[in-house]
């Protein structure tokens, strides 16, 4: 309760500020208050995701159930060249989210301060509102960084964008010793784009040195939350830092998108050998209605699917394998290979349900092999 009370307390503050130069009042897609000159704005927006899931485990007792998944509120806006945006997970123990200011007074660039997610991959940038299936990839969630405090400029061409930032800690960790920086870069580039048409290739680049007896740790359910078992684990690792590089593609072809990314990550230890590591994903996905997925240039990601007045059926499917071993350097965290098949209903553009079957085999030295049944109804404002 306290948490809503804070939140509310925010909120109706910048409300407030922001309604002293109102002339336009919009619910579409959010409450928005607008000033008659665009200079000023406020949005206040959110989402709720219901999952279920059901397990089939030979190895493992997996516990079947439900969880509201994410229960987010939100406010956004600007203030002539500047922007803010403040966003809160009733449901995550990393219940900070967004919390940054922007500055916008360039030309095509944007300069974040604040929270806020790193720059590194293609699918960690996009929303859990417009992913295709209802949980990202094994490899995202083994080596995908998330939000951190930093300061970060991202800046775009008709084609092309390019994200970049020195970035600390998440902000909702305690610090308990001097803050550990780390440098992130992004580029990506589309010599094919227009409507119904997109072929993106991209490339990410992240370095972070740690601290003295500072660790890493990499891995993965089975591309399920709701599995509170781990399926690989390298445990912990001994580490002076580390290096992850990513590789992606998009592409569209009308109703058609096909995403790719392999990433690797070489851990560097004066303790023990260093060890590598790495993995990828390969989906496609299909708009039954013949509409095609609309693309972000400025941020290199595919959007949310606006269906029409009858909504949208979406058929998917995606491979995926995550490696974490590597027997020179005595780590057996063990490989996972995942196969998911995925029917998603746009029933608005609010609202959406989606269905996935998930098939993971891991090998020797993962933990077990599960195959999950998962749904899920989701509504954004």
């Known amino acids: 309760m306290n948490k809503l009370i ?122 859990s509102n417009d992913v295709t299936f209802i949980e990202r990839s094994s490899i995202i969630e083994a080596f995908g960084l998330n939000r951190a405090m930093g300061i970060a400029a991202r800046q775009w061409g008709d084609n092309w964008s390019l994200n970049y930032g020195i970035y600390g800690q998440d902000v909702n960790k305690d610090n308990a010793g001097d803050e550990e920086l780390g440098f992130n870069g992004r580029f990506n580039y589309a010599p094919v784009i227009d409507k119904d048409q997109l072929i993106s290739f991209g490339a990410s680049l992240s370095t972070r040195q740690l601290s003295d007896g500072a660790s890493v740790r990499f891995r993965s359910r089975p591309e399920s939350h709701q599995a509170d078992t781990r399926i690989v684990d390298t445990s912990s690792l001994a580490a002076d830092g580390y290096n992850m590089y990513a590789l992606e593609t998009a592409m569209k072809f009308g109703s058609l998108t096909i995403l790719g990314e392999y990433i690797n990550a070489d851990v560097d230890s004066s303790v023990n050998n260093d060890s590598s590591f790495d993995g990828f994903y390969l989906s496609a996905s299909y708009l039954l209605d013949g509409s095609s997925r609309p693309y972000n240039t400025k941020q290199g990601k595919f959007k949310r699917v606006k269906p029409g007045k009858d909504g949208a059926w979406e058929i998917a499917a995606r491979v995926s394998s995550l490696d974490l071993n590597d027997k020179e350097a005595g780590v057996m965290g063990g490989q996972v290979d995942s196969i998911t098949l995925g029917a998603n209903y746009y029933i608005n553009n609010n609202m959406r349900a989606m269905f996935n079957v998930v098939s993971s085999d891991g090998d020797e030295f993962a933990k077990y092999d599960a195959t999950s049944v998962a749904a899920r109804m989701q509504v954004t404002w």
């Open 6 to 127: 804070k939140l509310s307390t925010i909120t109706a503050a910048i409300f407030a500020t922001s309604s002293l130069y109102a002339a336009e009042v919009t619910t579409k897609g959010g409450f928005q208050v607008k000033s008659d000159d665009g200079q000023y704005s406020f949005k206040f927006n959110g989402r709720i995701q219901l999952d279920a899931v059901a397990f089939n485990s030979d190895d493992i007792d997996l516990n079947n159930g439900t969880e509201i998944r994410r229960a987010r509120f939100a406010a956004n806006g600007k203030m002539a060249q500047w922007g803010y945006k403040l966003q809160y997970d009733f449901m995550s123990s990393e219940s900070v989210k967004d919390a940054y200011i922007s500055y916008n007074g360039f030309n095509n660039t944007e300069v974040l301060i604040g929270s806020q997610i790193e720059a590194f991959g293609m699918e960690p940038q996009t929303s």
